[in-house]
Each structure stands twice: as structure tokens, then as C-alpha cells.
């Protein structure tokens, strides 16, 4: 069904806030133009006109939104964990990110990612892709054909990096940036452009404030990552010595959210003070990885805190320091990893509820991407509807544990349609 405004009947749920699940059995949601109309008990007669998707028994939801993603880090999912991040970034993925150097190796590589994230319960995605424009065009390229909405950024880096993805100079990377922006402008209807310095210890001051400027000059959003691990933090210590903190160092930039300045800062482990406050004051949005968390044993995100004091938080996938692309399983990740600290580290925190991680991984990192992850009125009309048959018994349960289920049992299998912006892609 390709039409821009249709109706779909099922069991319908949203979040409004972290806490509040609105639960809408055998209700009709109407899409118009590609936007929410809203839900309704019974369909109004203004809309008794439309075509209408009779998916009676199924659950229809937002579709999800992965905040961070590593596109050339797909082929490496599950490799090297027994490794702490920097080891690991040297070991495995700079190597693996040379290769996107060949346009040939980087379209079957990025083919793969796509279609495993098309094929999946996410709608719109963050990626970071590698140095190399020519293959940063082809991911976007593909996540255009794909359907999906997609964020992607060229990856800024001019030292502590393998010469082989090393740009020769800040004048150079920043160049090669404003080429890639120019080459692409025009050229989409739903992927966009993200500035992407990759992180502070692979940027030096003097391409900081040439991103900075570009930024400026054609308004881009930012992403990157902050406070992941100790021996990073420690690291970023050492380069940025008149830095407050790690956040500090993109903040004197003018990196670091700010109403002309969307950011991304994915991980914040260890973001707490002013760091944590800065965030807040710069309505930066945190993209919690609690996979690649635990994987690369960094620590577990107080997302509690973060969610308490109203902090700008979603979900992040951070394929491969994690091993799935489906949002569903950051949500159960977040969930898990929660329930740990709370265990561990901190009883002040109590753990996530699913309530809570649906939000996240909906509504919460949906707005970043603007008026996404709710069925309100004037949302952008991205859905999924999933047959959970196969693993909840009919009629035995209560539309929110039918919810929690999902987030917990289901894969691609149980996809029945999947929209973007009202077109249907699966």
C-alpha cells in the first residue's frame, strides 16, 4: 500500500511522556499525507473514505529510532569483545575502515547494513560512515532507495588514527567535508547530512574550529561521542588540558548543542556535574548504547538520572561495539543494564521499566529527527505493525505485556507492514 493517507485498524500504542503508555485496542490510526491524523475508537466519518489496512490482532506502534550507528562496523559485529574500547577501535575497526577506501568493498559492505535495518522494526537512523566521501555518498545513496530517514556524517579525523584513514591536515579534512556537503546537496528527499568529528582524541583543535565554522555556515547537526570510557576520558585529559571536561572540549567549539547546533553525544557513561548539566542547559541529546556499553566493558549509563533530571536521552544500537541493529533489543539491553546498577552501583536509581525503554526508543530519540515517535496529531507517519502470534497466546493478554513481549521475542519475522513518513517500505 503506497498511498500518502490511509487508516490502519489494530491495537495501537504510544508513548506520551517516559512514564505514560497510551493503550488503544482494536482502535483505527489515520495517516494523512504522510502525518497522523491521531487514533480513535471508532473511525470518524470524515475518514470512512480512506483505504483502510484491516491488521485486527496485530500491535501498531512508531516505528523506532536508532540515535547511533557505525555503518562500516556492520561486517565486524561480535568480533573482538574480549577487548576495552581503544584496543579495540586500533586492533579491529581502524583497520576495517581503511578498506571503505574501495568504493567496490564499501557498496557490498553498506548493502548488508541497509537492508538489515530496512528488513528491521527501525525508521530512522544516525550513521556514522568513514574519511571517504565517495563511500559516505554510496550509504546515503542507499539509505535513500531503502525508504528509511537517515542522518549521515563524513567522519572528521587528523591524528591518533592509522595513516591509511589519517586526513592529511585539519585544512584537508574540513575540505574534503565541505566538498562531500556540496557534492550532496539537492540530492535527497529523506537522508541528511550530520557533521561527525569522530571524537576528540582523533580531532586536533585546529579541525574543531574549522568543523565549527562549517557548522556555522551551513547548519548542521552534530554527533559524536562523549565519556565513554575511563582511559578515553583520561586521554581527552592529556589533549584538551584547558578543558572543564570532556564536553567542554567540543562546547569551546561550538560542537556541543544550542539552538543552532542539534547534537548527538552518544554513550555519556561517565557525563555527571557540570558535564551532565551542560547537556542539559545545551538540550544535547544522549544516545544511550547499553550494549556496546557492557561489551567493550565501559560501564552502565545512569539513564535514571539522566531521564530525572530532564536530560534529552534515546537509544543507539552502536553496531559493532553492539551486535544488533533492532532498537527492540536496546530497549531489553537498557532495561537489563539497568537492573544491574541499580543492583551494583547505585539503589538510589531503580531500574528502567519497559515503559520507559519504549520511550527511548520511540518518542525519546525520535525528536531528534523533529515531530517522530508518537501518534499524536501531526507526527510524521512512520508505524510498524507487528504479528505477535507466534509467541503470545490469543486473547490471554493485556495489550501492554503483549508490549513487553515484543520488545523481549521479536525479530524481523513478525514485521507485518513497516511505513516511513507514510509510504509503505516492508
Known amino acids: 500500500m503506497q498511498q500518502a493517507s490511509f487508516v490502519i485498524r489494530g491495537d495501537i500504542c504510544y508513548s506520551e511522556t517516559p512514564q505514560s503508555l497510551r493503550l488503544c485496542p482494536d482502535s483505527w490510526l489515520v495517516c494523512l499525507e504522510g502525518h497522523s491524523a491521531g487514533v480513535f475508537p471508532a473511525?470518524?466519518?470524515?475518514?470512512?473514505?480512506?483505504?483502510?489496512l484491516d491488521c485486527s490482532r496485530c500491535l501498531v506502534m512508531p516505528g523506532l529510532t536508532d540515535l547511533h550507528a557505525?555503518?562500516?562496523?556492520?561486517?565486524?559485529?561480535?568480533?573482538?569483545?574480549d577487548l576495552e574500547l581503544l584496543d579495540w577501535l586500533n586492533r579491529y575497526i581502524f583497520p576495517e575502515e581503511s578498506r571503505y577506501a574501495s568504493l567496490d568493498y564499501a557498496d557490498q559492505a553498506y548493502r548488508r547494513f541497509v537492508e538489515d535495518v530496512r528488513r528491521g522494526p527501525n525508521?530512522?537512523?544516525?550513521?556514522?560512515?568513514?574519511?571517504?566521501?565517495?563511500a559516505t555518498i554510496r550509504l546515503m545513496d542507499l539509505l535513500e532507495e531503502s525508504g528509511l530517514c537517515a542522518m549521515v556524517g563524513k567522519v572528521n579525523m587528523d591524528r591518533n588514527c592509522p595513516d591509511t584513514i589519517r586526513e592529511a591536515s585539519a585544512a584537508a579534512?574540513?575540505?574534503?567535508?565541505?566538498?562531500?556537503l556540496e557534492r550532496i546537496e539537492g540530492r535527497y528527499r529523506r537522508t541528511r547530512p550530520i557533521l561527525t568529528p569522530r571524537f576528540i582524541p582523533s580531532c586536533t583543535d585546529e579541525l574543531m574550529g574549522e568543523l565549527g565554522k562549517i557548522q556555522r555556515q551551513y547548519g548542521l547537526p552534530v554527533q559524536s561521542h562523549l565519556s565513554e570510557n575511563r582511559g578515553e576520558i583520561a586521554w581527552v585529559r592529556e589533549l584538551c588540558p584547558g578543558?572543564?571536561?570532556?564536553?567542554?572540549?567540543?562546547h569551546a567549539f561550538g560542537l556541543f548543542g544550542g539552538p543552532?547546533?542539534?547534537?548527538?553525544m552518544a554513550h555519556c557513561v561517565y557525563s555527571e556535574g557540570e558535564e551532565a548539566e551542560l547537556l542539559k542547559k545545551q538540550n544535547v541529546f544522549i544516545a544511550h548504547c547499553p550494549a556496546s556499553n557492557a561489551n567493550l566493558s565501559s560501564g552502565i549509563a545512569p539513564v535514571r538520572r539522566f531521564l530525572q533530571d530532564g536530560l534529552r536521552v534515546g537509544l543507539g544500537s552502536d553496531v559493532a561495539g553492539g551486535t544488533h541493529t533492532s532498537i527492540f533489543k536496546a530497549m531489553a539491553d537498557a532495561i537489563q543494564a539497568s537492573k544491574l546498577r541499580w543492583r551494583l552501583v547505585d539503589q538510589s536509581l531503580a531500574p528502567l521499566t519497559v515503559r520507559e525503554a519504549f520511550y527511548l526508543g520511540t518518542l525519546g530519540g525520535g525528536a531528534f529527527f523533529g515531530t517522530v515517535g508518537s501518534f499524536a496529531p501531526g507526527y510524521e507517519f512512520d508505524a510498524l505493525v507487528i504479528d505477535d502470534a507466534r509467541y503470545t497466546p490469543q486473547g490471554r493478554m493485556e495489550l501492554e505485556t503483549r508490549l513487553e513481549r515484543t520488545v523481549y521475542l521479536s525479530d524481523e519475522r513478525d514485521i507485518r507492514h513497516k511505513f516511513v513518513q507514510g509510504r509503505k517500505i516492508v
Open 243 to 250: 578543558a572543564k571536561h570532556y564536553g567542554d572540549a567540543y
Open 173 to 180: 579534512s574540513a575540505q574534503g567535508t565541505r566538498d562531500w
Open 43 to 52: 473511525l470518524p466519518e470524515q475518514y470512512a473514505n480512506l483505504p483502510v
Open 260 to 264: 543552532a547546533c542539534p547534537t548527538i
Open 70 to 81: 557505525h555503518a562500516p562496523q556492520y561486517a565486524l559485529r561480535g568480533q573482538g569483545m
Open 123 to 134: 525508521t530512522r537512523v544516525c550513521v556514522f560512515a568513514t574519511v571517504h566521501p565517495e
